[in-house]
């Protein structure tokens, strides 16, 4: 069993893919006899991330996991876009936005005394801010209560909820892109989600993010200055 702290979740790289026809078919054998094997469990947890509702400015796709943190993992990515360019296709990946999320899905049965469950969510949440919010030496306890609130709002039981939130301010000098001073949030998270619908956690991820990202309450339309 491994212990999951919040920063142990790091990309892993790609396999290499089969040099010839029998290794080819040794790996999807492989990948069959894997999928026969996964829990039930698991597969219904994975289902219910997917059938999350999502506002339209938010976009989600499935992303590698990373390796060797649980026997079985799956992972998602968020990105807050204009909800009238949204396309489904895209899959969201670590920076193509101003504010993107990773949520990972980790089962062990052997980890239910130490996680107080089988499956383990870990969060993850980027996003520019403007200096007038960043300057705010409370915007840390205000993002972390925003995940609080969420996870109550949208009926998304857990136990053993932890993480950090950390806001920075990089200043650019001589030769490099960019402006010259820009200002981040980051959130790191984890915890034990109570049953097998993930769907409720999903969504108050993804208010979170959209939080963090600045957006209006849904319903509500921003007024053109």
């Known amino acids: 069993m491994n212990d999951v702290s919040n920063s142990d979740v790091t990309s892993s790289n790609l396999a290499g893919a089969p040099t010839s026809l029998h290794e080819h078919a040794a790996a999807k054998a492989s990948s069959a006899s894997e999928a026969d094997t996964t829990p039930a469990v698991f597969n219904a947890a994975v289902e219910s991330m997917h059938a999350a509702r999502l506002r339209p400015e938010i976009t989600l796709g499935t992303i590698r996991p990373p390796q060797r943190l649980a026997p079985y ?19 969201p990946t670590d920076s193509d936005g101003d504010a993107f999320g990773r949520l990972i899905l980790l089962h062990d049965p052997g980890a239910e005394e130490a996680w107080e ?3 383990r969510l870990v969060a993850y949440i980027q996003a520019d801010m ?30 053993n909820l932890g993480g950090t939130v950390t806001s920075t301010a990089s200043v650019r000098f001589g030769e490099i892109g960019g402006p010259p001073r820009a200002y981040q949030l ?40």
Do not use: Y
């Not at 993002?143 to 109550?152: G, T």
């Open 73 to 91: 993992s799956h992972a998602i990515g968020l990105e807050v876009g204009d909800a009238q360019d949204s396309d489904v296709d895209i899959v």
């Open 117 to 119: 469950g089988a499956m």
């Open 186 to 225: 980051e959130m790191r998270a984890s915890w034990t989600a109570e049953g097998l619908d993930l769907a409720p956690h999903v969504e108050a991820f993804a208010q979170v993010l959209a939080n963090v990202a600045g957006l209006p309450p849904e319903g509500v339309t921003e007024l053109s200055r």
């Open 130 to 159: 403007d200096d007038a919010v960043a300057g705010d030496p409370l915007l840390p306890d205000v993002a972390w209560e925003w995940l609080n609130e969420a996870m109550e709002s949208n009926g998304a039981t857990h136990t």
